[in-house]
């Protein structure tokens, strides 16, 4: 086979040669030089620690606000300093720095990667169309070791107990909301608070002109986001770190002008002090002092871009000691003038480095808003991915970064978004109440899905794993409760878009799994297809049918819904499935599955296409070719195998290894660079098959050439378009679900025929309605 269809042969390895280009963020973490480890250390600044590094800019302006601005004594100044260095210190450098980023997903982090690593390891997927096969995936590769009495103990209750898996579904749903809500604040309070320095030096600038000019930048922000970060993204490094060397030095700077004692303060007694004196004042006020550590679940989530190692030395090396610096400072400056509470960042600016600290400070902000956009970005097509979230389109912004993406319908709404709450609240304190109820409540459930991964992946002592969870969880619920009460003043925030989107996404999940079940009772019998003999009952007319389904077994309903009303198909029919699986990456090489449905003369086929969540179908493939391809080696060496025709049923009585054994390891894409490449292998067809004497010796005569001549008749694509409804003795609240927010996110989402890319010319849909 490797000679008889040569063009696509070649077009389909050149392609494999650009796409490991593309997949290079998905390949295992191997033994690099410390040169690379280095770099990507530095490039991770620009990337990870934007967010995280313009801290400073409002974190003392929000934590002395309110009823604590009238303590002026240094007691308060150094109880919140030492606050702002334990919290750092414990939940940055050792939760995150020293546990969490030892827990990766085939090196990917985040919210999602924790789960899906929960689920690999435990019954607690809800995706449908889970197999048996795709545990043989590499990235889903696990160490098998025996589970402890408390890992099997959870395990079996959340396996027994589907309410238990939907409450953790929400719980992931509800952390992943609130980090979409960073993706709208982070812009609004970063590129305010660097604005507004300039108010310092130009006195009669108005406060709303101040508004009017960081409304411009995030215009300006948003509007160039198609084009994506890689013509910019090698900027992001050097300004990040010029930001941080400039904060660390005016930091040292203040301690030695104003308070070189500044040093007590990192003493735990002056928290305690703090607490003391200050009472309920003062344990509100936490809910500014966590605003130090946003950012750090970036440090995670990022953690599929560069490896742990890099992002461990950049943080320890540069970012966690110039941030301590740069809080010091400003406190030691406070220290000496109680009346700068709230405007201390720039007063305490030397006056003759004020203007570069504070253009570097407004680019360090923007870079910081565009790190939150794109992990918005990415967490919206995980979300897809998994069903939680309407279909949208997904725009690769670089041919050789496979993580650098664009969603129009997500980058305008943010845009919104970020410029209702600049123009609304108009003051980074109250940005900054929503701001920290936000973060703390991603950071809570980070550390709950830790405590999980600790007894059912690590397979530790439930002991450790509680202490985990009380440790850090106390920690973060103190600040949560703090930005509670801050509730109405800013922090509704979070929760008003939080419900929204959560509201959004669980209703989409319900119902596409509600359509699935719906598919899956109401398949077609395999025993009736098989009773029609091989025209199946039909007039089979020449061409190839591509029915796309949710099904990865049996004859959906939407094929008998179509034959009933038009009882003619297509010579070959291909039952085609695209499902996500729950691993981060799928390789080209193992995206496809293909088995016979029925026998040999029915000529009838399954095509599944699997994708890990972190994948993005890519628009431009040549599916037709490569489908047509992968077809013609399944029946050789479906022949060369001597076991006869590998149909679904054969392949369950051998375990599924001769599906994959025949179809997983060649099965590719064509690479969307290769256009002249595909369409030159679409005339190689039409030359072999018009009378090449090498086809007609090295191809099985009959199935092959059918395949063949069928593709060269042309391609159809079958959809079923369904409508789905409430029954009548549904409750109230499942009919507004239903009817009403289900049925409208249906009709403004991307269609499926979008998304998978269909020609409209080859296109039929068939209308359904099913009832939930």
Same mark, same amino acid.
């Not at 039952?575 to 496809?592: A, L, T």
């Not at 490449?677 to 199935?703: A, C, R, W």
């Given at each position: 086979? =490797?000679?008889?269809?040569?063009?696509?042969?070649?077009?389909?390895?050149?392609?494999?040669?650009?796409?490991?280009?593309?997949? #290079?963020?998905?390949?295992?973490?191997?033994?690099?030089?410390?040169?690379?480890?280095?770099?990507?250390?530095?490039?991770?600044?620009?990337?990870?620690?934007?967010?995280?590094?313009?801290?400073?800019?409002?974190?003392?302006?929000?934590?002395?606000?309110?009823?604590?601005?009238?303590?002026?004594?240094?007691?308060?100044? @150094?109880?919140?300093?030492?606050?702002?260095?334990?919290?750092?210190?414990?939940?940055?450098?050792?939760?995150?720095?020293?546990?969490?980023?030892?827990?990766?997903?085939?090196?990917?982090?985040?919210?999602?990667?924790?789960?899906?690593?929960?689920?690999?390891?435990?019954?607690?997927?809800?995706?449908?169309?889970?197999?048996?096969?795709?545990?043989?995936? $590499?990235?889903?590769?696990?160490?098998?070791?025996?589970?402890?009495?408390?890992?099997? =103990?959870?395990?079996?209750?959340?396996?027994?107990?589907?309410?238990?898996?939907?409450?953790?579904?929400?719980?992931?749903?509800?952390?992943?909301?609130?980090? /979409?809500?960073?993706?709208?604040?982070?812009?609004?309070?970063?590129?305010?608070?660097?604005?507004?320095?300039?108010?310092?030096?130009?006195?009669?600038?108005?406060?709303?002109?101040?508004?009017?000019?960081?409304?411009?930048?995030?215009?300006?922000?948003?509007?160039?986001?198609?084009? %994506?970060?890689?013509?910019?993204?090698?900027?992001?490094?050097?300004?990040?770190?010029?930001?941080?060397?400039?904060?660390?030095?005016?930091?040292?700077?203040?301690?030695?002008?104003?308070?070189?004692?500044?040093?007590?303060?990192?003493?735990?007694?002056?928290?305690?002090?703090?607490?003391?004196?200050?009472?309920?004042?003062?344990?509100?006020?936490?809910?500014?002092?966590?605003?130090?550590?946003?950012?750090?679940?970036?440090?995670?989530?990022?953690? %599929?871009?560069?490896?742990?190692?890099? /992002?461990?030395?950049?943080?320890?090396?540069?970012?966690?000691?110039?941030?301590?610096?740069?809080?010091?400072?400003?406190?030691?400056?406070?220290?000496?003038?109680?009346?700068?509470?709230? %405007?201390?960042? @720039?007063?305490?600016?030397?006056?003759?480095?004020?203007?570069?600290?504070?253009?570097?400070?407004?680019?360090?902000?923007?870079?910081?808003?565009?790190?939150?956009?794109?992990?918005?970005?990415?967490?919206?097509?995980?979300?897809?991915?998994?069903?939680? *979230?309407?279909?949208?389109?997904?725009?690769?912004?670089?041919?050789?970064?496979?993580?650098?993406?664009?969603?129009?319908?997500?980058?305008?709404?943010?845009?919104?978004?970020?410029?209702?709450?600049?123009?609304?609240?108009?003051?980074?304190?109250? &940005?900054?109440?929503?701001?920290?109820?936000?973060?703390?409540?991603? &950071?809570?459930?980070?550390?709950?899905?830790?405590?999980?991964?600790?007894?059912?992946?690590?397979?530790?002592?439930?002991?450790?794993?509680?202490?985990?969870?009380?440790? *850090?969880?106390?920690?973060?619920?103190?600040?949560?409760?703090?930005?509670?009460?801050?509730?109405?003043?800013?922090?509704?925030?979070?929760?008003?878009?939080?419900?929204? +989107?959560?509201?959004?996404?669980?209703?989409?999940?319900?119902?596409?799994?509600?359509?699935?079940?719906?598919?899956?009772?109401?398949?077609?019998?395999?025993?009736?297809?098989?009773?029609?003999?091989? $025209?199946?009952?039909?007039?089979?007319?020449?061409?190839?049918?591509?029915?796309?389904?949710?099904?990865?077994?049996?004859?959906?309903?939407? +094929?008998?819904?179509?034959?009933?009303?038009?009882?003619?198909?297509?010579?070959?029919?291909? *039952?085609?499935?695209?499902?996500?699986?729950?691993?981060?990456?799928?390789?080209?090489?193992?995206?496809?599955?293909?088995?016979?449905?029925?026998?040999?003369? !029915?000529? &009838?086929?399954?095509?599944?296409?699997?994708?890990?969540?972190?994948?993005?179908?890519?628009?431009?493939?040549? *599916?037709?070719?490569?489908?047509?391809?992968?077809?013609?080696?399944?029946?050789?060496?479906?022949?060369?195998?001597?076991?006869?025709? /590998?149909?679904?049923?054969?392949?369950?009585?051998?375990?599924?290894?001769?599906?994959?054994?025949?179809?997983?390891?060649?099965?590719?894409?064509?690479?969307?660079?290769?256009?002249?490449?595909?369409?030159?292998?679409?005339?190689?067809?039409?030359?072999?098959?018009?009378?090449?004497?090498?086809?007609?010796?090295?191809?099985?005569?009959?199935?092959?050439?059918?395949?063949?001549?069928?593709?060269?008749?042309?391609?159809?694509? /079958?959809?079923? !378009?369904?409508?789905?409804?409430?029954?009548?003795?549904?409750?109230?609240?499942?009919?507004?679900?239903?009817?009403?927010?289900?049925?409208?996110?249906?009709?403004?989402?991307?269609?499926?025929?979008?998304?998978?890319?269909?020609?409209?010319? $080859?296109?039929?849909?068939?209308? &359904? #309605?099913?009832?939930?």
């Amino acid at each position: 086979m =490797a000679y008889s269809l040569p063009p696509i042969r070649s077009f389909m390895g050149s392609m494999q040669m650009e796409s490991s280009v593309l997949d #290079i963020n998905q390949c295992n973490v191997k033994r690099v030089s410390c040169t690379t480890v280095l770099t990507l250390a530095y490039q991770s600044l620009g990337v990870v620690y934007g967010d995280l590094s313009t801290s400073p800019l409002y974190v003392y302006k929000a934590t002395f606000s309110g009823k604590l601005s009238l303590h002026e004594n240094d007691e308060e100044i @150094y109880g919140v300093l030492s606050f702002i260095f334990w919290t750092f210190t414990l939940l940055a450098l050792f939760k995150y720095i020293f546990i969490v980023m030892s827990t990766a997903d085939n090196g990917e982090g985040g919210t999602f990667a924790l789960y899906s690593l929960l689920c690999r390891h435990a019954r607690l997927s809800i995706l449908p169309n889970q197999q048996a096969i795709d545990q043989k995936l $590499s990235a889903y590769a696990m160490e098998r070791s025996a589970d402890t009495r408390q890992s099997f =103990a959870m395990k079996s209750v959340f396996e027994k107990h589907p309410k238990f898996r939907q409450g953790l579904l929400i719980f992931v749903l509800l952390g992943t909301c609130m980090a /979409i809500g960073d993706g709208i604040l982070t812009p609004a309070i970063s590129v305010l608070s660097a604005v507004s320095g300039v108010q310092l030096k130009i006195t009669e600038l108005h406060e709303n002109h101040v508004v009017l000019i960081s409304c411009v930048i995030l215009v300006v922000l948003f509007s160039l986001q198609h084009h %994506g970060t890689h013509r910019v993204a090698f900027m992001f490094a050097p300004i990040v770190t010029a930001w941080l060397l400039c904060i660390s030095s005016i930091g040292i700077y203040n301690i030695l002008r104003w308070n070189p004692h500044i040093f007590c303060a990192l003493s735990p007694t002056y928290m305690l002090k703090f607490l003391k004196s200050t009472g309920i004042e003062g344990w509100i006020s936490l809910g500014g002092v966590v605003l130090s550590i946003t950012g750090v679940e970036m440090m995670f989530a990022d953690l %599929g871009h560069f490896s742990a190692l890099s /992002i461990k030395i950049a943080f320890t090396v540069l970012v966690y000691p110039s941030l301590i610096l740069a809080y010091m400072g400003e406190a030691a400056f406070l220290s000496r003038h109680h009346e700068d509470l709230q %405007g201390s960042f @720039y007063k305490a600016i030397p006056e003759a480095v004020f203007w570069p600290v504070f253009i570097v400070a407004t680019f360090a902000a923007v870079v910081a808003s565009q790190a939150a956009i794109s992990a918005t970005f990415s967490i919206i097509s995980q979300c897809c991915a998994l069903n939680c *979230f309407p279909r949208v389109k997904i725009v690769h912004t670089s041919r050789k970064i496979s993580g650098q993406i664009y969603i129009p319908e997500v980058n305008w709404m943010l845009m919104c978004l970020c410029l209702a709450v600049t123009i609304g609240l108009r003051d980074t304190n109250m &940005m900054g109440h929503a701001y920290g109820l936000a973060v703390t409540t991603v &950071m809570l459930v980070t550390t709950c899905l830790m405590a999980m991964v600790m007894i059912i992946v690590w397979k530790l002592q439930i002991f450790t794993a509680v202490a985990f969870l009380v440790f *850090f969880g106390s920690m973060e619920l103190l600040y949560i409760s703090a930005s509670f009460c801050k509730v109405p003043e800013g922090g509704w925030i979070p929760l008003a878009l939080s419900l929204i +989107f959560l509201t959004v996404m669980y209703v989409w999940n319900y119902g596409t799994l509600q359509k699935h079940q719906f598919d899956a009772e109401n398949k077609v019998s395999m025993n009736r297809i098989l009773r029609l003999g091989p $025209s199946l009952g039909m007039v089979r007319v020449p061409g190839i049918g591509l029915i796309y389904t949710n099904l990865v077994t049996g004859v959906p309903a939407v +094929f008998g819904h179509f034959v009933t009303n038009l009882p003619a198909f297509h010579q070959v029919l291909v *039952f085609v499935c695209v499902k996500s699986v729950q691993v981060p990456y799928v390789c080209e090489k193992e995206r496809f599955l293909i088995s016979r449905v029925g026998r040999k003369e !029915h000529s &009838m086929f399954r095509c599944i296409v699997r994708y890990g969540y972190k994948n993005l179908q890519q628009e431009n493939y040549d *599916f037709e070719n490569t489908l047509v391809s992968e077809l013609v080696q399944f029946v050789e060496k479906e022949k060369e195998s001597g076991l006869g025709p /590998i149909t679904e049923e054969s392949s369950r009585e051998f375990g599924n290894l001769d599906i994959e054994a025949l179809d997983a390891s060649e099965l590719t894409f064509n690479d969307p660079s290769h256009e002249e490449n595909s369409v030159q292998s679409s005339h190689d067809i039409q030359v072999m098959k018009s009378g090449d004497e090498q086809l007609e010796n090295s191809l099985p005569k009959e199935e092959s050439l059918q395949i063949l001549k069928a593709r060269e008749s042309g391609l159809a694509y /079958i959809l079923g !378009h369904s409508h789905a409804k409430a029954k009548k003795s549904s409750s109230i609240i499942k009919q507004v679900a239903i009817d009403i927010v289900y049925a409208f996110l249906s009709r403004n989402c991307r269609g499926p025929d979008v998304v998978l890319n269909v020609p409209h010319a $080859s296109l039929l849909e068939v209308g &359904m #309605i099913y009832y939930v």
